[in-house]
């Protein structure tokens, strides 16, 4: 069964990337090897977020054993340093297009 | 198993996504195995009874219904359009009022179908 | 499943939807292109709907990057660009106003694109 | 104090909607008199959602004497009768202008 | 406050901020201005950052209502038209491609229109 | 009492939206008193220490400071930036991360500003 990368841009609370982490979920679920890309306003839900303040979103991937990264370019446009996460790797774009192309991987997105 | 995937999020009208989708879906099933996810508000997109009116508009439930018959009544065709049950109940709509033939998908459904897809565009 | 070619040449196909000056998504396509391309790899980028405003000419952007100036350069990098003509026929858009190398295409062309590409990657609003 | 409008054009779950449903309410209980219009996607609001499915949303603005009125025209385009709504009023074009400039009515949107 | 106007006079200004073709909000702008200019309101438009590509001539839309032939229209009704002038620069549109009745303006003439208004309605993406 | 507002509503960099919102606010400052809503997502806007590089946008936070710091050194204008500490929290944000010159607003607040004011742009 070949590997799953979803890349997810949109704002962490908008429909379009709280269905992204539910179906990196689902897919996890069925024992696929899920990894997630965070991009463009994405990348804010790798910021601040505890599984307190969002119990359905990212927090709950990363302990699960999904990998997250986050594009390092727009996590410091946005004003917050590489290491302000926790349990996710920020990724440069050489990296990005390195988990894309990667073999036996499904790329889908950007959600 | 590796078919092409589009999938649908958003409403139909409010924003021209749907449209946009449903063209490059029916631009699909005459090249290859397509099949089509609607889930969140996507779902809308099935709706019947839709009525553009003079607004300008195509109807698009029924050019999705239209697409989905002529696809049947083509044996080299293959299209299949999921609906997430999900999505239906979060908005209180009942299958009964979506065109014919669509097909209903759980989460677990639409996953696999996502999985399984070589290549997908998202609308 | 088809054949994997070697890392090293795989194709990317970006279907861009946004207008150049939506937010991010021109400027996320061209980086990922310009990775793409500097590790090897071939890019196809197909613009439609909305997509289509990003590869006209005359941009005079200030404060927020130039998207002509990044598409154009990826084209010189040698990124295959194809518009959707019909989006193109809607909204007005003569060929005369269009970035060159950047060409009307066609969906049956998209569809031959996307089934010559490794990765598919939707950049819409 | 003046009335206030609120026109929102946004699809029922966005934030955008969510925070004018927020908005209205938090409006009303500064005893203001408060209307909603409901136009575009944010239609589908009026249309299969009880309270139980959205307990924060717009159902919850009728029973505390909001008026919910809504556009009429994009209702019947999405495939909704006028008459499947609660608690509503599905209003034509020309009844939005009038609520739109009424006296003493401060208009905000779209939402 | 200010002096309200009678009823039958208000100014209406939908400051216009979407693509013509990004959805249902060009069809908005145009139905409510035009139900206002039938109630005999003055109406006002101001289209700015990508609400610009709506006041371009020679779209060809199918399937979707044709926005030029709707704010055509409405200025042949007697709306006031007015467009983001560095936000056509920032696109490359040029005078020569713009609607007979849509000109270029500033912010400052926006905020005049805003300050000359009853109702100011933001339809954006 | 009867001012201009401006509501944010939308992170920044992603759409143009927070950009063209700030550019609106700067030139309404310089013409009539204006107020500014940050709210939701909007937050972000005046999150200290963006950095654009060379990517080619204009620091949005660092914009807003100034935008804020010149008024205060105009005794003619007016202009107040006020920042929803429910979206603040609900993000996990602290007030200390942001610029300089704003001021935090609770429901109650914001809703009274929007109230207030003859007429509001949204972005």
């Not at chain 2, 631009?27 to 099935?46: E, Q, S």
């Not at chain 2, 698009?60 to 999921?82: F, G, M, N």
């Amino acid at each position: 069964m070949s590997k799953v990368l979803l890349m997810i841009a949109s704002s962490p609370r908008s429909m379009e990337a709280q269905r992204a982490f539910h179906l990196a979920r689902t897919l996890h679920t069925q024992r696929r090897t899920v990894s997630v890309v965070l991009l463009q306003d994405a990348v804010l839900a790798a910021v601040g977020n505890g599984p307190a303040q969002d119990p359905d979103g990212l927090a709950m991937l990363v302990p699960r054993g999904v990998s997250v990264y986050v594009c390092e370019h727009d996590l410091t446009l946005r004003g917050f340093a590489p290491d302000m996460i926790g349990g996710a790797q920020s990724v440069n774009d050489q990296r990005i297009v390195d988990l894309m192309v990667a073999d036996d991987t499904r790329t889908f997105g950007c959600f | 198993m590796d078919s092409f995937c589009i999938l649908f999020r958003k409403a139909p009208y409010g924003t021209i996504v749907a449209a946009e989708g449903l063209r490059h879906l029916i631009a699909a099933a005459g090249m290859m195995a397509a099949r089509a996810i609607l889930l969140d508000d996507g779902v809308y997109l099935a709706k019947r009874g839709q009525e553009p009116g003079d607004s300008g508009w195509i109807n698009l439930s029924q050019t999705l219904e239209k697409a989905l018959a002529d696809c049947r009544a083509d044996p080299s065709c293959q299209l299949h359009v999921y609906v997430h049950e999900g999505s239906l109940k979060e908005r209180n709509l009942d299958p009964a009022v979506l065109v014919s033939g669509v097909e209903l998908a759980d989460d677990d459904q639409v996953a696999t179908v996502i999985a399984e897809a070589r290549r997908m565009l998202i609308f | 499943m088809e054949p994997e070619g070697p890392a090293s040449h795989k194709t990317l196909t970006i279907f861009l939807a946004a207008t150049p000056y939506a937010g991010e998504q021109a400027s996320t396509a061209i980086r990922l292109a310009r990775a793409a391309i500097n590790a090897g790899h071939r890019v196809s980028i197909f613009a439609s709907a909305d997509g289509v405003y990003g590869f006209t000419v005359g941009h005079r952007a200030k404060g927020l990057p130039n998207a002509e100036t990044g598409f154009g350069d990826l084209i010189a990098r040698g990124a295959h660009v194809e518009l959707c003509g019909s989006c193109l026929a809607t909204r007005g858009l003569k060929r005369e106003s269009l970035l060159p190398g950047a060409d009307p295409s066609s969906l049956e062309k998209l569809f031959r694109l996307i089934r010559e590409s490794d990765v598919l990657l939707t950049l819409g609003e």
